[in-house]
């Protein structure tokens, strides 16, 4: 909440920018080994032996731009935190609307298949 006790907006999810990044398998490999548990860059480093150190923090500049990441500093070291809410909001976006009309054709068509109304019982033939 604000200072005045109005709730503040959640900052609005670029979606070209979250899907930008997860078009990059590495980068989609790289908020795997978050998922679970922060990561520090060296241990992402350690965890992508075939990328240089410079790669990785590219990689996670492109994560953070998007709002999949958010670093956090301590000491010497840099914790990566995985952010979950813009993939989310991609989904409640694209996939979910997107998914459940596509089970809604999918019953259609298997009813259509059946030769039955969907909500009706199949048929028993009599042997």
């Known amino acids: 909440m604000s200072s005045h006790g109005v709730r503040a ?19 989609r490999r790289i908020l795997d080994a978050l998922k679970d ?9 350690e965890r992508f ?7 990785v923090m590219q990689h996670l500049r492109v994560l953070e731009a998007a ?3 958010i670093a956090q ?3 010497r070291e840099r914790w990566n ?5 813009p993939i989310k909001h991609i989904h409640d976006r694209w996939i979910g609307d997107y998914a459940s009309a596509a ?4 019953a259609t068509l ?18």
């Open 49 to 55: 032996p075939h990328l240089d150190r410079c790669t």
């Open 81 to 85: 935190h995985l952010d979950p809410l």
């Open 103 to 106: 089970v809604g054709m999918l």
């Open 37 to 45: 548990q922060p990561r520090t860059t060296g241990d992402l480093c």
């Open 9 to 27: 907006e959640p900052d609005p999810v670029d979606e070209d920018l979250v899907f930008k990044a997860l078009a990059s398998s590495t980068r």
């Open 110 to 127: 298997k009813s259509d298949l059946e030769g039955r109304t969907p909500g009706q019982r199949p048929r028993h033939h009599a042997g």
């Open 73 to 75: 500093r301590k000491g």
């Open 67 to 69: 709002g999949l990441v």
